[in-house]
Structures are given as structure tokens and as C-alpha cells.
């Protein structure tokens, strides 16, 4: 009788067998692990981005991101899968009986064999590759569909076709990719095709006789029929491209438009093309009657060879032969199309220039008197005092400020004065003890705004504060008592977890910490396990989904740049590279300008934004964040605030015309509010962009000529200088500065650059806009045109004056000699035009042991006169040689206070020996105040290294006492006599 669990080798099987069983069952259990790890991935990131826009209130972007992407992956991703898996299906219904295949067909049994029990699978996979690429390639379009289904229209035709400019911005690029679409589709659906009627024996490659079926014929046939058909369109469509078509031509690189080829040569003969290819279309088309492929290959055949013929070698016989003989002549039309859609793009079309003499005939008094009241003169440069901030203001060392700070407009004791500001932002690589709870419990935020005069300096050269210390106190908010806590802002790139058990620190003082808790609107909340869950994966933090510091009122601050949070919410713009901040009633505001733009204006030549933008300050952090780059239109069409607590986020119409931006506030209804919902203590601080002012002034180095003729011969073409003051080798930034231009009453805020003659270092040009948002003639360019001969110097020349100059070049030496290791830096080489002549403006700081920079000197430059002195007052005597003086005033000593802060930081520098003293100066007095001055200053020193600032405070008080009895010693008058 047989053994009831069989015999031997059925046992030996079942041991075999159970080991292949849990291996199989653990490769499942992996699998669905891996599946569910995958899919909770995906889950946690579009979750978190979910939460984030519900956060901010713009949860309607989120969803219509969402729901476009998705319908354009499916609808995309269908199409390509169906039309490939049709072409398939249709290709292995229509292979021939076996018996009719070759003996070279027969060969392929073991593959049919093969594939055979996997038909449906194959079909399936291979359709699902296919689906998924084409769809997730129309996804990343969605800008293009949204644009084409808005589209709003400018009323401006294009020159050649007289069809609207939407047409080329809005609709032609989204043909192009339907057209690049339908291409990809029927080349897979033909390469499909032609391989299963090769594995099916409806093609033969090696065999004698028929090459084809008739059903793969016609099969076959039709796909390239299709395919012709589109190349038909686009030769048609390749007609309306050339006014979009880019290419260096002259005096730009990035000509756009058509020239005289390519309306005289390469316009006819794209339609010559499309007639041929539509004929060769319906001949392969035709051979589902004939079964012959004799007329469409011949039809193919003259295609590509008409292609060579009349789209390459007749263009250019046409250039050879016509254009070259009398170039500037038969261009001259489509240069003046070029340079009119380009300053029509840009925003330059209404360019005022004006000739200006660059040298005056009015007398020295008038000359100084002018000085006076001509501009606003910025001393104070934002570019290099921010060391000087930091040591100043800072206070702890996990506060930071920007590397540059930023110029804006305060109304300060009734009178508008520029202004340098920077926030207090926290600095988490200065925090002593990193840690989790440190970094992103208690250490969440700055505190506070930091501003001072623009055209002052104390005595000692450092800043005068009109907002400072902890609490900030000052002028800037009046009686307002504005929010201080800065949650967001430039430098704040790591998250936080607020509103929790963990007490936030504030700032830290001689009585202790002061601490708080966030109340803001902003953040999400990590009340729920899920959500915590979904962080912990985004973040890559385990901690987040368990950690006790993670209250029930918690929440998490996170997309926290001023840019990255305009960026999300209005993905469709290009944000300025430089936010800068704003007292507006009782919040901090960071301001952001932000633009709409194409590449698709009609005639318009294109620039890089990348490059466009750079100059000697452009970091990382100033760099321009755009989706697309390269451009021939922008419109700083909207003006964008994050406040800086809880990082609410508004988007102001600014430009009410743009038809971009129309056609983007009809994609994402009610996201943009009005222009007449702008405050006015928000008017007050809007200012013209320096990104779009960088563009429009690169753009003006050529196209400020508006003659063809001109323009072809590219005699008249500017650059921008590069920066004298750097080593970069790149371009001088434009400077913010309060301005009277010529033939204007009062003086603007404006925003101003110069222009050199392409390779030389002689001034061409000084640029000026409007820049005050509140004002009529705001964005208005002003250009003063300078005369080729004689010339006038521009920046580098100025710099190189000043260097060598006879009053410059010792004190330069002197000022070096304060310590061991001092540095001179230059600040902004500021141009004004004065009275037909031009006023250079530079203040001079020393770095010095303290390692901050405090300015010393002013170099003034007019003409040929250069004045270097410790103000800019005595600077300007000095160079327009008014009020007598002939000798120059003792320069080390400190010249008097001319603000309202203490000479914080200066060491008061050693008298200048060999002058003969005043009369009634008293050397004994003065000896012991400036030994007073030394002591006050070096206790001043230990106390902020320590962080006693009481002490501090009265050590500086005692510094300004010593220097006030020092100047009374020497019995200097209220202002110093001036040189000759």
C-alpha cells in the first residue's frame, strides 16, 4: 500500500518546492512594500504642496496646475497610446496566412513562437512606455495650453503677415508642439508597424520577388502619407516662424525677423514646399489603389531634392548675388521693422534723447551753488556698507544682513530722503549650539529693520541710523508699532516648526532673552499624524512625525525666500533678483517686482536674462529667477509684497495693459488683485526694477539708433562700462540717486547708468528713469547724448583721475597707514549732469583693524578739477575752488558731525604734523581729549566684543565728549578753511 504522503521523489519535490514558495511569497510582500513606499512618496509630496498653497490662499493655482498637467498627461498620453497600439494591432491583422510566407520569414518562428502567449501584454507594455513618455512630455506644456485657450490680443500686427502678435506669442508655439507631437506618433507608429509586418512576413528584406504585401503596402503608405502631410504644415507653418526666427545679423547677435532672403528667397520657397509635399502626400496616399510604390517614392524623392534646391541653394544664390553687392540698401527696410518691434517690445520706444555738451561755460560759484541742489547725492553705498552694518547692528551672531543692502525712500523729519536698509535676518550658521531644536525650534526668525541716511555719515565716517538697535527704534514707522519678527526673508532658507512647547527666542539683552510664540496666519499645521508623516518623508526628517517638541497648535514655515514664495504661487512670472524691504503701515514688507514675458514678439531680437542682468554684484542670490530665459518682450506687469511675519503673499497689477498678463489673470482668475487696491504707504516705496532697467539699457547700446542706415553701419553702438571700483570685469550696476535732470524743475528718484563707445573708455551717454512709482512720469527714459568730440571721460578714465590725482594719491597713502592691514574700498562712482557738464561723485572707505568699512573721504571730480576731502561739502569747494581757501585743511583731523549718530567706531586719527597751528589752539588741552578720545574708543571696542552695550553706549558717549573738547582745543572753526 503506498505511503499516504507519496513516495520518495514526490517528497523530495515538496522540500524542494517550499523554500520556492516563501521566496515567492517574500518577493510579493517586497514588492507591494516597495509599491506602497513609492505611492505614499508621491502621496507626501503632492499632500505637502496641497497644504503649502492652502496655506498662502492660492489654492486655485494649486488646482489648476494640477488638473491641466493631469488632462494634458492623459488626454497626450491616450493619443500617443492609442495610436502607436493600433498601428500595432492593425499591422498583425494584416500579416499574411503562414503558408505564404518565405523561408526567411519562416526562420522568425521561434520569435512568433515566443511572443505569442505574451501578444497582449506586449501590446499593453509597449503602449503603456509609449503613453507615459508622450504624456508627461505634455504635461511640462501646460504653459503653452493655457496660454493658447487665453489668449489675449496685443492689436499689434506683424509687419509681413499682418497677423496679431498673440498670434506669434500665444497660438504658434502651442502648433508647434501639436506639430512635434503628431510627428513623434507617426514615427512609432511606423517604425511598430514595419517591425510586426516584418516579423509577420508582410515585409521581406532578403528574399527574391515582392518586397511588401499589399496590406502592409497600404498600411505603411498611409503613415508615410501622414507624415508627409505634417511636413506640409510645417513648411507653412516654418512661413510664419522666420518673423520669430533668430540669428546675428550686423550690430546684434540676436537679430529677429525676416531680412531680404528671407522674404525674397526662403518665404516663397517654403510655399513652394508645401505644395510639393502636399502632392506627395496624396501620391502615397493614392497607393492604396495602385499597390505601387513607384509614384510616391518619386514624389519623395523630388521632395527632398526641391528641399536642397529651393530652400538652400536659391536663398543662397539670392544672398550672394543681390544682397551682397548693395547690402545696406535692400536691408534697410527690415532693419527699421527690427528696431521698431524691438523698442516696442522693450518698453524703449518712447526714449527722450537729448545732446548735452559735457562741459559748462557758468562760473565756479554758479557751478557750486548748482551742486546743491542738482541731486541727492547718495555717500552712503549700499554695495559696501554692509560689513559696517553688521558690526554695528547686528548685535548677536545669529543675525545677519545681506550682502548688499537695498536703497529706498523715507520721509524723515517732513523731508523725503534716500535711504539704505537692510533686515536683521536670522543667521543659523551663527548660532552656537546647532542642534535639531535650536535650528528649527527656537531660532526661527529675525528681529528688526535697520536703516540709515543715504547722503550723511557721522564725523567718524560710519552710518547714521534713522532705525536701529533691538527693539528697533527710529523714524522710519513714526508712531506706528509695526510688527519687528521677520519669519521670511532672503537669507531664512530652512525650515521651522513654530507655535509649539519650545519658547522662540526674540533677542538677547543684558536682562536675559526675550522670547515668543508665532501667531501669525502663515505655516501649516502638524496637528495631524498624516500630515506629520508627509513632512518626515518631504523633509527627510524622522523626527518631525515623532518628536514631543511638536505640539497640537504646531506649525511648519517653510518656502520662506521672498522670491520662491512669488515664484509658487505665480509660476508663470519672472522674478526680479533683488526683493528689498518695506516699513507699509504695521508690517515689514519685502517688495518684489516681477515681469511677464515671451520670446515670441515678431521682429523683436531676443537677449538672455541670464546675462542681460550680471553685473558686478550679481550673486547667486540677485540672479534673476526665470522660467524662460531667453526673451524679446518684458513688462514688469505686476508688483508683488511677502509680508515678513506671516508671509502673506499679494500680487498687484502694475502694468494694466499688458495683454500677457491679461491672458495669464484669465488662466488663474482672481489671484491678481487691481492696481487700485496698491496703499499708499505701499505707493510710496515701489521703485523702477534694476533687472528690467538692466535689460532696456542693454537693449539701448544699439537700439537707441533709430536709423536703418545708422544701425547697419553700427558706428554708433555703446556698451556699459565695466565697474571701475571691481576686479570682476563685468558691468557697473545702475544706481538708485534723487536727481535733477536737465530741463526738469525738481529732482526725481531716479535710477541712472552711463554708456562708453564700444572699446573705448570716453563717455557716450548718461541714462536716467523715473523711478518713483507715486510719480506721472514714472518709467520715462531720459538719455543725454554726449558729444564725439571733444570727448568727455567716463567711468574708468574718472576712476583713473582720482587714483592719480595730486590730492588723492597721499591721502590714499595716509589713509592706509591707520593700521596694519587697512584697505581702501571705493564706493559708487555716482554721475550727475550739472549745468551742461557732468559731476563725478565717489566716496573713498578704509577697512581698517575693525574690519568694516568707514568712509574717509570724497573724491569729486568735474572736468579737470579733482577734490578729495573728508566731506562732500569741502570735496566740492575744493573742486569748483570757491569760499578763498588756497590751503588745504589738516585732512586727519575729524571733520564735524554732520549727523545725528556718535563717531561709533572710529579711531581718532593722529594730527597732521607740519601745519601751522591755529592761534588760538591750546596744545596741552587738546593732547589730553585726543588721549580721552583713544581711551573711550578702546573701551567702546571691548565692550561690543564682550556684548555689554550699556557699556557701550557710554563709552561712545564719552568718544563724542573727547572729540568735541579736541576740536575746541585746536580752535578749529564750525567748518574748515578750503583748499585753492
Known amino acids: 500500500m503506498p505511503d499516504r504522503d507519496g513516495g520518495p521523489s514526490e517528497q523530495r519535490s515538496r522540500r524542494v518546492g ?16 516597495a509599491v506602497l513606499m513609492i505611492g505614499f512618496v508621491m502621496f507626501a509630496s503632492l499632500w505637502t504642496d496641497l497644504l503649502w498653497y492652502r496655506s498662502v490662499h492660492y489654492s486655485s493655482v494649486f488646482s489648476t496646475l494640477v488638473w491641466t498637467k493631469v488632462g494634458l498627461f492623459l488626454v497626450f498620453g491616450l493619443v500617443m497610446a492609442l495610436t502607436v497600439g493600433a498601428n500595432i494591432y492593425l499591422a498583425h491583422r494584416l500579416r499574411p496566412p503562414l503558408s505564404a510566407m518565405s523561408a526567411e520569414q519562416q526562420n522568425l518562428d521561434r520569435y512568433r513562437m515566443g511572443i505569442a502567449p505574451y501578444k497582449k501584454w506586449v501590446l499593453l507594455g509597449i503602449c503603456a512606455v509609449v503613453g507615459l513618455i508622450a504624456g508627461g512630455s505634455a504635461a511640462s506644456h501646460w504653459r503653452l495650453w493655457l496660454l493658447t485657450i487665453n489668449a489675449t490680443p496685443f492689436h499689434v500686427k506683424d509687419p509681413q503677415f499682418h497677423k496679431d502678435v498673440s498670434f506669434y506669442a500665444f497660438d504658434l508655439p502651442w502648433y508647434r508642439f501639436l506639430l512635434d507631437f503628431g510627428f513623434a506618433a507617426v514615427l512609432l507608429s511606423l517604425v511598430a508597424a514595419a517591425l510586426v509586418h516584418y516579423l509577420y512576413g508582410g515585409l521581406r528584406i532578403t528574399s527574391p520577388g515582392g518586397r511588401a504585401t499589399a496590406a502592409a503596402t497600404s498600411h505603411l503608405s498611409v503613415l508615410l502619407g501622414v507624415f508627409v502631410s505634417l511636413k506640409a504644415v510645417a513648411y507653412w507653418l516654418d512661413r510664419y516662424g522666420l518673423a520669430v526666427k ?97 523698442r516696442a517690445a522693450y518698453g524703449i520706444k518712447d526714449t527722450q534723447v537729448t ?124 508712531d506706528k508699532d509695526y510688527q519687528q519678527r521677520i519669519y521670511f526673508g532672503e537669507q531664512t532658507k530652512q525650515y521651522s516648526i513654530v507655535d509649539g512647547p519650545t519658547h522662540e527666542l526674540d533677542y538677547a539683552g543684558r536682562t536675559g532673552e526675550t522670547t515668543t510664540r508665532y501667531s501669525g496666519s502663515g505655516g501649516v499645521s502638524l496637528k495631524n499624524p498624516v500630515t506629520r508623516a508627509a513632512y518626515a518623508v518631504s523633509f527627510g526628517e524622522p523626527k518631525i512625525l515623532y518628536s514631543g517638541a511638536i505640539g497640537k497648535d504646531s506649525k511648519i514655515l517653510y518656502n520662506r525666500t521672498p522670491k520662491e514664495r512669488v515664484e509658487a504661487v505665480a509660476p508663470w512670472l519672472t522674478i526680479d533678483g533683488d526683493p528689498y524691504p518695506a516699513v507699509v503701515g504695521k508690517h515689514l514688507e519685502w517688495v518684489v517686482d516681477a515681469y511677464t514675458t515671451t520670446n515670441s514678439y515678431p521682429y523683436a531680437s531676443r537677449t538672455t536674462l541670464g546675462d542681460t542682468t550680471a553685473d558686478s554684484l550679481t550673486d547667486n542670490q540677485r540672479t534673476v529667477v526665470a522660467h524662460q530665459n531667453e526673451v524679446n518682450y518684458i513688462r514688469n506687469s505686476v508688483k508683488a509684497t511677502v509680508d515678513a511675519y506671516d508671509g502673506t503673499v499679494t500680487l498687484y497689477q ?127 527714459i531720459r538719455i543725454l547724448r554726449l558729444p564725439t568730440s571733444p570727448t568727455v571721460d567716463g567711468p574708468k578714465q574718472v576712476q583713473a583721475k582720482i587714483n592719480s590725482s595730486n590730492e588723492a594719491a597721499p591721502e590714499i597713502n595716509e589713509l592706509k597707514q591707520y593700521g596694519s592691514g587697512s584697505k581702501v574700498e571705493y564706493g559708487n562712482l555716482l554721475t550727475v549732469p550739472l549745468n551742461g557738464g557732468l559731476l563725478y561723485i565717489e566716496p573713498v572707505y578704509v577697512r581698517g583693524q575693525i574690519n568694516y568699512p568707514l568712509m574717509r573721504k570724497v573724491a569729486v571730480v568735474y572736468g579737470n578739477s579733482t577734490g578729495y576731502q573728508p566731506t562732500l561739502s569741502q570735496a566740492l569747494d575744493d573742486v569748483f575752488k570757491v569760499k578763498g581757501g588756497t590751503t588745504p585743511p589738516p585732512t586727519t583731523t575729524p571733520p564735524p558731525t554732520t549727523g545725528t549718530s556718535p563717531p561709533t567706531t572710529t579711531t581718532p586719527p593722529p594730527t597732521t604734523t607740519g601745519t601751522p597751528p591755529p592761534a588760538s589752539r591750546d596744545d596741552t588741552a587738546l593732547q589730553q581729549a585726543l588721549a580721552d578720545a583713544q581711551s573711550a574708543y578702546d573701551a567702546g571696542q571691548k565692550a561690543m566684543q564682550k556684548g555689554d552695550w550699556g557699556a557701550y553706549g557710554e563709552a561712545q558717549k564719552k568718544l563724542a565728549a573727547a572729540l568735541k573738547r579736541a576740536r575746541e582745543a585746536e580752535g578749529q572753526p564750525a567748518e574748515p578753511p578750503k583748499s585753492g
Open 654 to 780: 502694475w502694468d494694466t495693459k499688458d495683454p500677457v498678463l491679461k491672458t495669464w489673470m484669465k488662466a488663474f482668475p482672481h489671484t491678481v488683485r487691481p492696481k487700485a487696491d496698491i496703499p499708499k504707504d505701499l505707493l510710496a516705496h515701489l521703485r523702477y526694477p534694476q533687472d528690467l532697467f538692466k535689460v532696456q539699457r542693454q537693449l539701448l547700446t544699439t537700439y537707441h539708433v533709430t536709423n536703418a542706415q545708422q544701425f547697419y553701419s553700427g558706428s554708433q553702438a555703446w556698451q556699459v562700462p565695466d565697474d571701475p571700483t571691481a576686479t570682476t570685469g563685468k558691468p557697473v550696476p545702475p544706481y538708485y540717486l534723487g536727481l535733477k535732470m536737465p530741463g526738469r524743475s525738481q529732482k526725481d528718484f531716479s535710477l541712472t547708468t552711463t554708456f562708453t563707445p564700444n572699446g573705448q573708455d570716453n563717455l557716450s551717454a548718461f541714462m536716467a528713469v523715473d523711478a518713483d512709482a507715486s510719480s506721472s512720469d514714472y518709467g520715462t
Open 18 to 33: 517550499r523554500p520556492s514558495h516563501r521566496a515567492r511569497a517574500l518577493l510579493i510582500v517586497f514588492g507591494v512594500l
Open 355 to 478: 545732446p548735452y555738451n559735457g562741459t559748462s561755460s557758468d562760473s565756479a560759484t554758479a557751478l557750486r551753488s548748482a551742486a546743491n541742489t542738482t541731486a541727492g547725492v547718495r555717500l552712503l553705498d549700499p554695495n559696501v556698507v554692509s560689513p559696517t552694518f553688521q558690526q554695528l547692528q547686528r548685535n548677536q551672531g545669529y543675525y545677519q544682513f545681506p550682502s548688499t543692502l537695498d536703497v529706498d525712500r523715507y520721509t524723515v523729519d517732513g523731508q523725503e530722503q534716500d535711504t539704505v536698509v537692510g533686515m536683521r535676518e536670522l543667521n543659523v550658521g551663527g548660532i552656537r549650539d546647532n542642534n535639531w531644536i535650536n535650528d528649527h525650534f527656537k531660532y526661527t526668525h529675525g528681529y528688526g529693520i535697520v536703516a540709515a541716511d543715504g547722503t550723511d555719515v557721522t564725523s567718524g565716517g560710519a552710518p547714521v541710523f534713522t532705525e536701529s538697535d533691538l527693539p528697533a527704534t527710529g523714524k522710519l514707522g513714526g
Open 246 to 342: 533668430s540669428g546675428g545679423f550686423k550690430a546684434t547677435d540676436n537679430w529677429t525677423g525676416l531680412r531680404y532672403v528671407d522674404a525674397n528667397a526662403y518665404l516663397p520657397a517654403k510655399t513652394i514646399l508645401f505644395c510639393i509635399a502636399v502632392i506627395c502626400a496624396l501620391l502615397f496616399f493614392a497607393t492604396l489603389w495602385r499597390r505601387t510604390w513607384s509614384l510616391p517614392t518619386i514624389g519623395f524623392g523630388l521632395m527632398v531634392l526641391s528641399a536642397i534646391l529651393i530652400g538652400g541653394l536659391y536663398p543662397a544664390i539670392v544672398q550672394k548675388f543681390q544682397v551682397q553687392p548693395n547690402e545696406a540698401a535692400k536691408e534697410a527696410p527690415y532693419i527699421q521693422k527690427n528696431i521698431d518691434a524691438t
